[in-house]
């Protein structure tokens, strides 16, 4: 005997329900995956809201370099005429003060700001050249400091990408994409801005899990500049070796070469720079002379410089290489990179007058008399190499422009002993090879 039984819709036990009321109960379910989300979204923007006005938040804020930077910059009484940009050995080597001093020389009355930032490649320098058009009047003069390390397709990826979570914002993302960022590097930006506590979800979880408590404000020292203090011949000679081997991950090939991500950034930046109106050169940074070692044929100095040359030439845009330059010598520097808070004084009147004041349009004081007329530029000008008709891809066949033949005539005094040359083959002269070379620890500049 089988079950007759009916449904209220008189439908026997068992059927199947019809079409329609199908359909109506898979809507419901949709409603209620909608209402699910909503609601998680909704206690989700609220903890986000508690957090971005949390004490925990401002102490983590300051606590970072990078986000206080930012914080301090807005909060200037007036912006700045002329910005630096670069990583620490910008930070550590362009006074602001000192170069408000050049210019007044000049009779200039304009101020300056450095807004370097410890391991700050092009993608951080595109973020900060926002947050200096970001304060009206905009600066009248910025100058990018470039490193070798930073092109290297070996870069830290920790230290490379900290401005994705710390500084980019949301205006930051139509130059991303103009700078040919990675998908994924343009959605950490996205969700990091609309939703702030995942900027910070890593500083959370090492509070939370490892007691990584916050620790005091970060240093901004004057205008943003952070003097270094003297310190004896030895110590310099011996913190420069370990620098110059911890570079040799990030720039010895074939391990490491040159990548077109960073370029992409550094090619940004100068559009975002000059669209705005701002007067805008590069520079290629200065280094004490134990580095000059990893900088030579067998790593990709040469290649980054053409290639970065390329990028400046293509948008008109000034080049300078200090690498080599008639002011500083290892007197001047801590370590391999950055100065001490003397040679960054002497350095940066030397900035002034030759990459800031001919950008301005003015000219330095006139020179003593008895002094050489004005002629080719000298060293101390840093002429900019004209645009190539093609875009180098490698290394400059027979340019060694850290391996100078030691035998040719200089009009200016080396930052490293002509002694630690010896003669090469048919490519040029080479560095010789330090004894002395230990391991060291991983550098960041």
Known sequence: MTDERTNSDGRRAGDVASPNLSADGRRGRLLDLIGTVLVCLVVLAGLDLAFRTSALRAVLDRESHYRLRALEYAKLDRPPDVVFLGDSRTLHSLDPVAAEQAL??????????????????????????????SREPPPRVVLLFVSPYMVSTRIDP?????????????????W???????????????????FRALAYRGRL??????????????????KG???????????????????ANGYRTELSRPAAAVGDEMLGYLDATLRRLQEAGVAVAVVNTTSASALLEIYGPDSIYDEYLARVRAVCAARGVPFHDHLRNPVTSDADFTDGDHMNGEGARNYTRF????????????APRARASGTAAAGPPSVGSFRVEPAPSV????????????????????????????????RGGPGGSRLARSPADASGTKPQA
């Open 351 to 362: 900035v002034v007058r030759n990459v800031v004041l001919p950008l301005l349009g003015a």
């Open 225 to 243: 500049f952070l003097a270094l203090g003297r310190v004896p011949p030895g110590v310099q000679a011996d913190r420069a070796r370990r620098r």
């Open 104 to 133: 007044a020389e000049a009779g200039l009355s304009l101020s300056a700001y450095n807004l370097g930032l410890s391991g700050a490649p092009p993608m951080a320098q595109l973020t900060l050249a926002g947050l200096a058009l």
């Open 176 to 194: 991303m994409v103009a700078a040919g960022a990675r998908v994924e590097d343009i959605l950490d930006v996205l969700t990091s801005n609309l």
């Open 158 to 174: 920790t230290l490379s990408r900290e401005s994705l979570h710390t500084l980019y914002g949301l205006r930051d993302l139509p």
């Open 391 to 422: 875009v180098p891809r490698g290394p400059t066949p027979g340019a060694r422009p850290v391996t100078p033949d030691p035998a040719a005539p200089h009009p200016s005094p080396l930052p490293f002993p002509p002694e630690r040359f010896d």
């Open 205 to 222: 979880v090492r509070l939370v899990f490892d007691r990584q408590w916050p620790g005091p404000p970060a240093a901004m020292g004057v």
